[in-house]
């Protein structure tokens, strides 16, 4: 597709629970980032890959959040022993490194739900 | 923690009437991008500012950048119901890292 791909579009889990979030960047795009969203602010950023390697992962909460992207493409988020607190929307987004404007292309996010 | 302050949190408009909102930072920014989310929808690009006191105009929408570029501002005119959303600035920063405002939610009455 044209735009930044992500699946599942929702997912319950329950507490303590394993749980993968999955992004396809816009095809050609370096640089991709993950935020999460929880209701009523703003993007809160999480991690930023430049190809392969996680460039800045300064904003991950905490050792149970980890994320990969092995071929430089597709992008996994993990976030393992799941609380209550993890409940948000997890925006991916990507752009062309280099590009005049540092424009992010996000995607439609994957709603998590921790019971 | 987000660096930019956002006000108004809310914004109610009558279909018609002009707004602004701002952006506001104690620290000078480096750059500030907009961004438009419709509700249940995801954040869209809508302009950049890089320049102390940069002024850019998307139809009836301008953009500014103050001059000690610690600030910013949204003006919309005649507003019309398709500029429902929630409008947030972010700070751009090294890698093309943005840290968001809370953002501005804007309601209008038809």
């Known amino acids: 597709g044209a735009g930044v791909s992500q699946t599942p579009s929702n997912k319950v889990t329950e507490k303590g629970k394993y749980v993968e979030l999955r992004c396809d960047p816009i095809?050609?795009?370096?640089?991709l980032y993950w935020y999460r969203q929880s209701l009523g602010q703003g993007p809160e950023f999480l991690i930023y890959f430049q190809g392969t390697g996680a460039a800045d992962d300064s904003g991950l909460p905490n050792d149970r959040f980890f994320a990969v992207r092995p071929e430089g493409s597709v992008s996994t988020l993990k976030i393992q022993r799941t609380e209550r607190g993890d409940s948000a929307v997890y925006l991916c987004?990507?752009?062309?490194?280099?590009?005049?404007?540092?424009?992010?292309?996000f995607g439609e996010g994957s709603r998590l739900t921790v019971l | 923690g987000q660096q930019v302050m956002q006000i108004p949190q809310y914004q109610h408009v009558q279909e018609g009437e002009d707004f602004t909102t701002y952006c506001n930072s104690s620290?000078?920014?480096?750059?500030i991008q907009w961004y438009k989310q419709r509700p249940g929808g995801h954040p869209v690009f809508l302009i950049q500012l890089v320049k102390s006191g940069e002024v850019k105009k998307q139809k009836r929408l301008t953009f500014q950048f103050g001059e000690a570029k610690k600030n910013s501002s949204l003006h919309i005119t005649a507003t019309q119901t398709t500029d429902v959303g929630t409008y947030f600035c972010a700070e751009g920063g090294s890698w093309g890292k943005l840290q968001f405002g809370a953002g501005t939610q804007v309601v209008v009455t038809p």
């Open positions: 987004a990507s752009r062309i490194q280099g590009a005049s404007t540092g424009e992010l292309f």
């Open positions: 620290t000078t920014l480096s750059n």
């Open positions: 095809s050609g795009h370096t640089a």
